[in-house]
């Protein structure tokens, strides 16, 4: 598609901020309005629109996209995706080691047991550390504590975690993002199984890049999380 605007702005309107191309209010895509709650989210998606050529290019509004999901699908059904959400921490990563003793499950236990254990205290919970992969459910009263800090969240900040949990595979990672910051840091946290294998046997060019799409996608939700509750 041709670029069909010249300007692309945040504007403050009733009920929020909106992106308006040559003064018109955008549409997600489900053909809602497209009001969001903060003016730095409004800007981030002003910035996509504004870094267009001459031809628009779809794959590059990934704000937008995170925007759009908050309000038209989360709004709708925000239970289905607290759900998703609590379906990670079921199934973390960062609950899921190395034998003891093992090389790979010291570098586990030095990346991931602090992240585990200040999630712990943050939320009055308590996770099952599981050495292979046999899975073992969560304390009831973990799950029923996570629940009631995701039902907190506004959609938007839903929206961002739920792209942080499934590119980290970790709840716990992805609510640190919001609570520590660090998007790098942590994403690295979440791949050291991936890393470490590398390390060993290592990296072809194609899997660098896919691991360089990931990070890149995980930063930028990162971003959009702090820009809602800026």
Known sequence: MKR???NAAAARIDGGWQVQLDGRGIRTQGGGQQVVPTEAVAQLLAGEWAAQGDKIDPKSFVFRDLADLALDTIANDRAATVAKLLAYAETDTLCY?????????????ALWEPLVKACEQRHTARFERISGIIHRPQPETTMAALRTRLERESDFT???????????ASLIVALAVLEEGEAERLFAAANAEEDWQAELWGSDWEAEKVRALRLEAFQRAAEFAAAVRT
Not at 97 to 109: S, Y
Not at 160 to 166: E, F, I, K, Q, W
Request: aromatic share 12%; charged share 25%.
């Open 4 to 6: 069909f605007y010249k």
């Open 97 to 109: 080691r190395a034998e003891p003793g093992e090389p790979l499950f010291e570098r586990q236990d």
């Open 158 to 168: 839903l929206a961002a975690l739920l792209t942080l949990a499934s590119l980290s």
